[in-house]
């Protein structure tokens, strides 16, 4: 097996090519989906009962911007 540095640019696009094909990266963004999902949920429901304050919005959307981010 090959180091990621001993890769060349070829045999990464074509994996990436391959799993495509295969649909894995799109059924790695639905698990993530979901997992966000019940993230986002938990985290509704351990700090909607405290104070509207900018770490708590934080917390509340930190989880949604890195799934959006991922998928730019």
Do not use: C
């Not at 045999?11 to 997992?35: K, P």
């Not at 934080?58 to 959006?68: A, G, M, S």
């Amino acid at each position: 097996m090959l180091s990621r540095e001993q890769r060349t640019h070829e045999q990464i696009e074509w994996m990436r090519e391959l799993m495509n094909a295969r649909g894995s990266i799109d059924y790695a963004r639905q698990i993530a989906h979901g997992l966000a999902g019940a993230a986002m949920h938990e985290s509704w429901r351990l700090f909607s009962r405290l104070p509207d304050t900018r770490d708590k919005q934080f917390l509340l959307e930190v989880t949604p911007w890195v799934i959006e981010r991922n998928e730019a």
